[in-house]
């Protein structure tokens, strides 16, 4: 699922190609599209922003589309007759342009309505960590009122703060040194305030991260958190050591094997 930098991202995407333009045509799979697609057929992209993972499209300051990536959904923009890398039954979303073609593919969460009724079904979200401003204290404050029981759980509650998935989760409890598993009432004011602090520091270190703005999707491998090392890491390989009959796959040699190892390789470990 991508997270808050990825969605972040995506925005500056869509903005970038379709910003300031007339919707020239705009459909797609969507249910949510069928009651506002002709009125905002002639309209102009106003604005594009990304709230914790959202997506959101502004059309003449009025009305917004929001859409959530869940694991599945990828924004993408093609120029205008370009042939498109995914199929078109899987539009969900399709914003047409004289300039480029914006589509949103297979995401599972979509809503088209008024700038207030979007902001309505936003509300319950804690504070962005790639907003400009970003106040920990607020974090803090509202982890007391999250239902999470262990540390893991408060730190993926979007009503404490925007914008952590899985990935970041991990790191930041790696960093800080605490354990997943620990319970939310063992965590003392400081160490929640670390962790809101930390959170922000790797989101916004890596909003405006390069990467392929034609294609940006859920599981892209140009969207790691860490960027490729120059050099592959030393392989793990499974071995048997000789004078055995089964494999010992309880040993993994992780430095690279010295010339002549007297093992019998069985495969490479992903």
Known sequence: MPEGDTVHRAA????????????????????????????????????????GKHHVVVFDDRFVLRTHMG??????????????SKS????????????????????????AGTLAQVEQA????????????????????????????????????QRVMA????????????????????????????????????????????KDRAVDHRQLQAGSRALRLRPRPTQLPPLRHRHRFPGTRRSRTDHLLVSPLPAGADVTHLGVLP
Not at 124 to 148: I, T
Not at 166 to 182: D, G, M, Q, T, V
Request: glycine share 6%.
């Open 122 to 157: 936003l509300a319950h979200l804690g504070p962005d960590l790639l907003a400009a401003e970003f106040d920990p204290a607020v974090a803090v404050a509202r982890s007391h009122a999250s239902n999470a029981a262990i540390a893991a759980d408060l730190l993926l509650d």
């Open 163 to 206: 914008g952590v998935g899985n990935e970041y989760k991990s790191e930041i409890l790696f960093l800080e040194e605490l354990h997943p598993a620990i319970p939310v009432v063992a965590i003392d004011d400081r160490t929640r305030r670390a962790l809101a602090t930390r959170a922000r520091e790797l989101l916004w270190a890596n």
């Open 88 to 111: 078109r039954g899987k539009a969900r979303v399709v914003i047409e342009t004289t300039e480029a073609v914006a589509v949103c593919f297979a995401a599972p969460d979509i809503q």
């Open 12 to 51: 500056a995407m869509i903005r970038a190609a379709i910003g300031g333009d007339e919707v020239v045509d705009l459909w797609g799979s969507a249910r949510a599209l069928q009651r506002f697609a002709a009125r905002l057929r002639g309209s102009v992209v106003t604005d594009v922003f990304s709230r």
């Open 71 to 84: 694991m599945t959904g990828s924004w993408r923009v093609f120029a205008p007759g370009e042939r498109w």
